[in-house]
């Protein structure tokens, strides 16, 4: 076992770009088989970052590397804060945002049963892949809290998707139809975008 987790040690200390490009592979086949929505990429986040609190909370004091930036140890109040994430992301996006559009629903409710494989091999790498930083002792910064870098991900995707849903998907109804995932795409590619920042610079200054 330990030979194992020496052969993955270095690939390991870029885990952010492979974290990042992993899910951009498996959302970009999403999209291309018609399996992803606006729900799709904010569950995932709001998963990516349960599975890293609990995880963090469980095995950090058994990895010497890991150091709290945060000033507390209790998740507490991120549970309390992702469970109401949880109540809104799925009565908006999963549902009243698509409420006229039955593919959609029938789509999210997929993803919300995890019958969606692509987001299932997502979210069982984001929890392999930080249970092998823990036990290959990586250097990690732990944070718990209302305001970790991903939670403020969390915040930014569902302010942005609101927006563009209501000012832009909703304005241009010839474009953005029921028939078609343009509208998903749109408000998709600023998720990954913003994503995409804060794991660069989360790598470059860490």
Do not use: C
């Not at 299932?120 to 305001?147: A, C, D, Y």
Request: proline residues 3%.
């Amino acid at each position: 076992m330990n030979s194992f987790f020496s052969l993955i040690d270095k690939p390991l200390k870029h885990y952010a770009q492979w974290d990042f490009l992993v899910f951009m592979l498996l959302t970009a086949l999403s999209i291309g088989n018609g399996q992803t929505t606006v729900f799709y990429v904010i569950f995932f986040f709001w998963w990516n970052e349960l599975i890293r609190l609990i995880i963090d909370r469980l095995l950090y004091k058994r990895n010497k590397n890991a150091v709290i930036v945060s000033s507390k140890t209790s998740i507490i109040s991120s549970l309390f804060q992702m469970g109401v994430y949880f109540v809104f992301i799925v009565v908006f996006f999963a549902f009243m945002a698509n409420w006229n559009n039955d593919v959609l629903i029938f789509t999210n409710m997929k993803i919300l049963f995890f019958r969606n494989w692509f987001f299932n091999i997502n979210l069982l790498f984001l929890l392999v892949e930080r249970i092998i930083l823990h036990r290959t002792q990586q250097p990690l910064k732990i944070s718990f809290g209302v305001f970790t870098p991903n939670m403020l991900v969390l915040h930014a995707s569902i302010i942005l998707g609101v927006i563009i849903m209501l000012f832009v998907v909703r304005n241009f109804p010839e474009t953005f139809t029921p028939t078609n995932l343009l509208g998903s795409v749109l408000i998709i590619l600023p998720f990954i975008f913003i994503r995409g920042m804060v794991q660069y610079f989360k790598s470059k200054y860490s």
